[in-house]
């Protein structure tokens, strides 16, 4: 069984920094495309930005693009997401997952357990 345990989520200011952190069991993130998705209350699951296997190729939601990056530590298989000048339509429960299509964010992995993000205006 792999667990993803999410970290780093809180209250930032808008036009502020967040860095999330997901920490994988095994070495799924080596082998799989990891991703973060996120969710508001009402709205279905949305992807935010993908990381693809071994090169890294990366996937971005047109609403992050040069705001957010994610990046992989290949060597403890944790995936992180830097999120910066965040504004209030980022408030929203941040999930990490594995066994992710980054081009049509279809997902087939695990999920974490979601970690909160709220930014203030």
């Known amino acids: 069984q792999v667990s993803l345990v999410e970290s780093g989520g809180g209250l930032v200011q808008s036009g502020g920094s967040l860095r999330l952190s997901c920490t994988v069991s095994?070495?799924?993130?080596?082998?799989?495309?990891m991703a973060w998705f996120r969710q508001t209350p009402g709205k279905e699951r949305e992807g935010v930005a993908c990381i693809k296997p071994p090169g890294g190729e990366t996937n971005y939601a047109p609403s992050v693009k040069g705001r957010f990056t994610i990046s992989r530590d290949k060597t403890a298989g944790s995936v992180f997401l830097q999120m910066n000048m965040v504004n209030p339509e980022d408030t929203a429960i941040y999930y990490c997952a594995t066994g992710v299509d980054c081009n049509s964010w279809k997902q087939w992995g695990y999920w974490g357990q979601g970690t909160q993000v709220t930014v203030s205006s």
């Open positions: 095994e070495g799924t993130s080596r082998t799989y495309a």
